[in-house]
C-alpha cells in the first residue's frame, strides 16, 4: 500500500501563493503518477495536475497553466504543487493520489487539505 499525506492548505487572498505537499510512505516503488486533484463544494472532483514518477512528465488542466507548478523530489517521495496568482475560484478540497500503472485509476488517496482563496 501507499500511505500519502498532504499539507500546506491555508486561507489567501486572492492574487497570493500557496505551496501544497505530498509526502508519500510505503510501497512507493509502485508509484507510476501522482496527481492533484481538487473537489469544490457542490462540484465534482476534478484533476488539477499530475506528474509521472519517473520521467516528470506534466499535465495540467487549463484553467491552472501558467498558475500552478507540480514537481517532484524523489529523495523525499513528495510531490509539490505551488498555486500562484490564486483565484477565488480555486477555493477547494486539495487531494493528491497515486497510481500505479498508465492505465489504472488512481488508487491511493490523502486526506486532504483546504485551500480556501478570498476575494
Known amino acids: 500500500q501507499v500511505q500519502l499525506v498532504e499539507s500546506g492548505g491555508g486561507l489567501v487572498q486572492a492574487g497570493g501563493s500557496l505551496r501544497l505537499s505530498c509526502a508519500a510512505s510505503?510501497?512507493?516503488?509502485?508509484?507510476?503518477?501522482m496527481g492533484w486533484f481538487r473537489q469544490a463544494p457542490g462540484k465534482e472532483r476534478e484533476l488539477v495536475a499530475s506528474?509521472?514518477?519517473?520521467?516528470?512528465?506534466?499535465y495540467y488542466r487549463d484553467s491552472v497553466k501558467g498558475r500552478f507548478t507540480i514537481s517532484r523530489d524523489n529523495a523525499k517521495n513528495t510531490v509539490y504543487l505551488q498555486m500562484n496568482s490564486l483565484k477565488p475560484e480555486d477555493t477547494a478540497l486539495y487531494y493528491c493520489?497515486?497510481?500505479?500503472?498508465?492505465?489504472?485509476?488512481?488508487?491511493?488517496w490523502g486526506q486532504g487539505t483546504q485551500v480556501t482563496v478570498s476575494s
Open positions: 493520489a497515486s497510481k500505479s500503472t498508465a492505465a489504472t485509476p488512481y488508487d491511493y
Open positions: 506528474i509521472v514518477w519517473s520521467s516528470a512528465t506534466i
Open positions: 510505503g510501497r512507493t516503488f509502485s508509484i507510476y503518477r
